[in-house]
């Protein structure tokens, strides 16, 4: 494993495990970015999501390091932000950037004098949840390759495995990249349903596909993070939430959400329609 830093910066020194949620994070803003323009997003619309999106993302590796602390007060350990745990970043980020959304929509944007603040909008977050997800899953994909290469969220001992724990010289299951396999995969299937079949149902997806898998996983991984409710370990108690808050998203989605959605790229499809001279036919 590569737990030695490549090099330092300031006297600061830069890991290849740093280097990999580093560029996750980038990359999953370059999808959304490109996304949004070739879904018609408007430009302010389109700074919205990627301003919101920065800052919910502080927020989650914040919230990952809280999550992270807890489970090792609850393994018996101190507290400590020496560590960070996917889920808890998750749980964080996708908070933090509902809060400061509907904080601007619904409390700053009526009230604003600011007239940069007030910009149309032809595009609502409802119109962005389908595809967010498909960014969350490649930023976690090349994390976990991270993960690899820093020797943690490693599995449990075998013949077969690879020398990928830290400060361990004995095989196990490399549940890193299982794991990295996995949300490629996913990613791949939500962004074909997507970008083929405009399926707007990504957000349920992602967390039913993800929380099952990760249910799994838990019993051939040995980094152990203490127990939640009986032999079940905080990773299989998130799993199940995520697994029944997608099945909950379906219904809003189909109920609620759906009338939300502005459809930008339809707009400018049917704008593109109405040419001076089909006006001209229409008035005559």
């Not at 290849?16 to 996304?35: A, N, P, R, S, W």
């Not at 603040?117 to 090349?142: R, S, W």
Request: net charge negative; charged share 15%.
């Amino acid at each position: 494993m590569y737990t030695d830093p490549l090099f330092k910066v300031f006297g600061h020194g830069v890991y290849l495990y740093g280097i990999c949620y580093g560029l996750g994070i980038i990359m999953c803003f370059i999808f959304l970015y490109f996304t949004m323009r070739y879904k018609k997003f408007n430009e302010f619309s389109n700074d919205a999501v990627i301003f919101i999106g920065f800052f919910a993302t502080a927020f989650g590796v914040f919230s990952a390091m809280i999550f992270q602390g807890i489970y090792d007060v609850i393994d018996g350990k101190e507290f400590s932000l020496g560590g960070m745990t996917f889920i808890g970043g998750l749980i964080g980020g996708v908070a933090g950037f509902l809060g400061v959304w509907n904080l601007y929509m619904y409390v700053i944007r009526p009230r604003t004098k600011i007239k940069w603040l007030k910009t149309e909008m032809n595009a609502t977050l409802c119109d962005a949840l389908p595809f967010i997800p498909i960014g969350i899953t490649i930023a976690h994909a090349i994390g976990r390759l991270g993960c690899f290469f820093g020797g943690c969220c490693y599995g449990i001992e075998a013949e077969w495995g690879l020398p990928c724990a830290a400060g361990s010289t004995r095989n196990v299951i490399p549940t890193q990249l299982f794991e990295m396999a996995f949300l490629i995969i996913l990613s791949a299937v939500m962004a074909f349903l997507y970008f083929r079949y405009k399926f707007n149902y990504n957000f349920a997806l992602y967390p039913i596909a993800y929380g099952i898998f990760r249910f799994i996983i838990e019993y051939f991984r040995d980094d152990y993070r203490g127990e939640f409710i009986g032999s079940v370990t905080p990773s299989q108690f998130w799993g199940i939430i995520m697994v029944i808050v997608g099945i909950a998203y379906i219904f809003a989605q189909y109920f609620f959400f759906s009338k939300l959605m502005k459809h930008p790229e339809n707009t400018v499809e049917e704008a593109a329609e109405v040419t001076p001279e089909t006006e001209t036919e229409e008035n005559s």
